[in-house]
């Protein structure tokens, strides 16, 4: 029945497509005149161009085109990807041009090439004469900021993107109200998304003109206007197609290849050309996730209640800006749900850097900041002989709490009930009390730690989403949205949210995955943990409109007051008994062929969101730490979510699975190394660079506590993104409370393990 079909394990929509193979992706495609694109990337990390020449490229044969900053347009542009500002101060910084004269990182693109295949186009690349004028590099934010740094940019005084924070309540006087007053430093490491599918797009110029694009992106609508900015062109003269796209994780929030490749087709008159970045080019010229170095100092009173907190971090944003200080400012704002405090001051800095970009990643600066606070308050706990769950308890957000900042209300918690389920899944008393007295080269421990997070930007941002529906001759529908399925199962929740509405079956929901800038609804794309409590609502309205359309034709077709009827299982029937008037099919048929009042019917909807959800959760983990070898092993580890309703169990806890195998990789082995002189890559490919495999996770509890959120459809809220979030501080914790050491810096690898455990004398 169709009430069943929301909250049920259904199988993925686009299951057979991907695992048969026939699922299309970006590099999938191609055409019999296809021609290759390559960029030719800076050696140095901060050089100017002196002089560029390519003739000796541009002569080689099959070398259709050689771009270089002098055959692009100059025009500044953003790449984030964000919904346009109508508000010119919150725009993001437009500090790129498609090319430049000027390299900011080793890797930055300073020329381009077209030929008819790949050899020809890597030959090319080594007939460019390019004379450099080197820069001294600024490798870290300390560096960048010291006085009399050159500017990467020049129009940025002190190399520092934006200073902006807040202040709640009165910092000094919590200092004079608390008993004990707490300091720690803290930071987090340069890591990568590392998604399956490396950056790929092409693009050809139509039989009308307009450029088109097809991409792996996770935001296709707003690619359309940054190729546009890029090139000075109208926005409409740019359509964008995204066909299945093999994960992002924020890596394709970004418009990283577009416009580079809108201008090789241009140079070649509009013949279709394929730019596909190899997985080391994509390791520094896409995006990473920020590092972060904290400060913070808490003030506390004898029983244990937060009065105040005083955090500084400082962000290291990389060459461009990106995201900019969105970052910095989304950690510092969606944490502070959790413990609300009398007094909470924020003070992050985002510096350029001469390092590879960062931007937007999975947690959008949460994963950074609960490290830090999270890590801090076990070191609270511990200084005042308290156990570090009983500390969060007495500090935890409740229901009706209302955000002082931007007036966004908690209207549903469930996170005293994570950890209480998390607690009671891992045995916490009973194995704290096992570990206690220790001794021997082998320690276990207990960690935990908490989070909060939100279902989308509002009100920092736009939150416009759009849905179409059309109901077929047979009875079924087509859905069409805006939101892009990147492979977090959005497509599959979507398809059960109508057939629950229509009361038809899942398989008669047939969704339409490409997006296409000229044809789908608009929105603003996947990310921000968005999508099923955003583009959900437009879903819900979508079908409820297609529905009502239903009933008001069957109205006409049988003198039946539409408020009578019902949809279910296929079947008009009525309301109150359930007893079948007609077959939906039959109704489909009239709506496209009766002589008299066929009327095909659609819906068409968007959905403005002007309100907000908050989830909350709890990772809570089991460690084995060797102090001789500095191993770290993860025993048991449970997520707990707070994500109001879930609508498909199975893919949540798919959703969960991939967050928490990224937050170990986070807490124990990624981090992208840099030459400390140069910022050459020291290991930009998957050898190097350690993601855990099967071989390295653990067996990953999940759990979810259900709650009811009153302004979503169905009930629910974000999950896309917090799994990754509370990983690496649980870790961490764990590893505290085996050794008593306090690891505030990751990832946690074996050499630095087996290091502070020598120094701190248990080795």
Not at 38 to 43: A, G, N
Request: aromatic letters at 8%; charged letters at 25%; a negative charge.
């Amino acid at each position: 029945m169709a009430s069943a079909v929301v909250g049920r394990s259904i199988s993925r929509v686009d299951a057979v497509a991907k695992v048969t193979g026939k699922a299309k992706y970006t590099a999938d495609f191609f055409t019999r005149d296809m021609l290759v694109g390559k960029i030719l990337r800076s050696p140095y990390a901060h050089a100017r161009i002196k002089n560029i020449d390519a003739d000796r490229a541009r002569a080689l044969p099959g070398v259709e085109a050689v771009l270089t900053y002098k055959d692009v347009p100059q025009i500044k542009f953003a790449t984030a990807g964000h919904p346009y500002a109508l508000d010119p101060k919150h725009r993001d910084k437009a500090d790129r041009t498609i090319l430049t004269d000027k390299a900011r990182f080793v890797g930055d693109a300073v020329a381009a090439v077209v030929a008819r295949d790949e050899l020809t186009a890597l030959e090319a690349l080594k007939l460019i004469d390019v004379e450099y004028e080197v820069l001294e590099p600024l490798l870290t934010p300390e560096a960048a900021m010291r006085e009399g740094a050159p500017r990467i940019h020049e129009d940025c005084e002190g190399n520092i993107l934006s200073s902006f924070g807040y202040e709640i309540g009165n910092i000094e006087e919590a200092w004079q109200k608390a008993d004990y007053i707490f300091e720690d430093e803290l930071e987090t490491s340069i890591v990568q998304h590392c998604q399956l599918e490396n950056h790929t797009s092409y693009a050809y110029v139509d039989s009308d003109g307009r450029i088109v694009i097809v991409t792996s992106t996770q935001i296709p609508h707003i690619i359309r206007r940054i190729v546009g900015q890029a090139l000075g062109i109208p926005w409409g003269r740019v359509r964008v197609i995204k066909p299945y796209v093999g994960g992002g994780f924020g890596s394709k929030q970004d418009a990283c290849l577009e416009p580079i490749v809108a201008a090789m087709t241009l140079a070649v008159g509009g013949r279709p050309v394929k730019l596909e970045l190899s997985r080391e080019e994509c390791m520094i010229d896409t995006r990473t996730r920020h590092a972060i170095k904290y400060k913070i100092k808490t003030g506390v009173s004898k029983d244990g209640k937060l009065i105040g907190m005083h955090i500084k971090a400082v962000a290291n944003t990389g060459a461009y800006a990106s995201h900019g200080h969105s970052i910095a400012m989304a950690g510092g704002t969606k944490f502070r749900i959790l413990y609300p405090m009398e007094a909470l001051k924020y003070e992050p800095y985002t510096v350029y850097t001469n390092l590879p970009v960062a931007g937007a990643m999975r947690g959008y600066g949460s994963p950074q900041i609960t490290f830090a606070v999270e890590s801090h308050l076990d070191a609270i706990a511990r200084r005042l002989n308290m156990d570090p769950i009983e500390l969060r308890l007495k500090n935890l957000v409740t229901e009706g709490y209302v955000d002082p900042l931007n007036g966004n209300r908690v209207r549903s918690c469930g996170i005293r009930e994570c950890i209480m389920k998390g607690k009671e899944l891992i045995k916490w008393d009973e194995k704290k009390e096992r570990y206690k007295n220790q001794t021997g080269s082998k320690r276990r421990g207990l960690g935990m730690a908490c989070f909060s997070y939100a279902s989308g930007t509002h009100p920092v941002g736009l939150e416009m989403a759009g849905a179409r529906i059309v109901l077929n001759q047979d009875g079924s529908v087509q859905l069409q949205v805006g939101a892009t399925e990147i492979g977090q199962g959005s497509d599959t929740v979507f398809a059960q949210m109508v057939a629950e509405v229509l009361g038809i079956p899942v398989d008669m929901v047939h969704v339409v995955s490409t997006q296409d800038t000229d044809i789908t609804p608009f929105d603003t794309g996947a990310y921000a943990s968005r999508q099923t409590y955003i583009t959900g609502m437009a879903v819900a309205k979508a079908a409820a409109e297609v529905k009502a359309k239903i009933l008001d034709f069957v109205w006409g077709m049988t003198d039946i007051p539409a408020h009578a009827l019902d949809i279910k299982d296929r079947n008009i029937v009525y309301k109150h008994s359930g007893e079948v008037v007609m077959p939906l099919e039959e109704v489909a048929l009239h709506t496209y062929y009766d002589t008299v009042f066929a009327s095909p019917i659609t819906s068409d909807t968007s959905n403005n969101a002007r309100i907000n959800a908050f989830v909350f959760g709890a990772t809570f983990a089991e460690v084995e730490v060797d102090l001789k070898t500095g191993k770290i092993e993860i025993l048991e580890i449970y997520n707990v979510h707070d994500s109001g309703k879930i609508i498909n169990p199975q893919l949540a806890e798919g959703q969960v699975h991939g967050g928490v195998s990224m937050g170990i990789g986070y807490a124990l082995a990624e981090q992208l190394l840099f030459d400390e002189k140069t910022g050459r890559p020291l290991n930009n490919n998957l050898l190097d660079y350690k993601i855990p495999t099967i071989m390295d996770v653990p067996e990953i509890g999940v759990a979810f506590v259900e709650t009811h959120e009153p302004t979503s459809p169905y009930g629910c809220k974000a999950l896309g993104e917090p799994p990754v979030i509370p990983v690496a501080p649980a870790v961490r914790n764990a590893v505290f409370d085996a050794t008593g050491v306090a690891f505030n810096r990751l990832p946690m690898t074996p050499q630095k393990v087996f290091e502070k455990c020598k120094e701190a004398g248990l080795i």
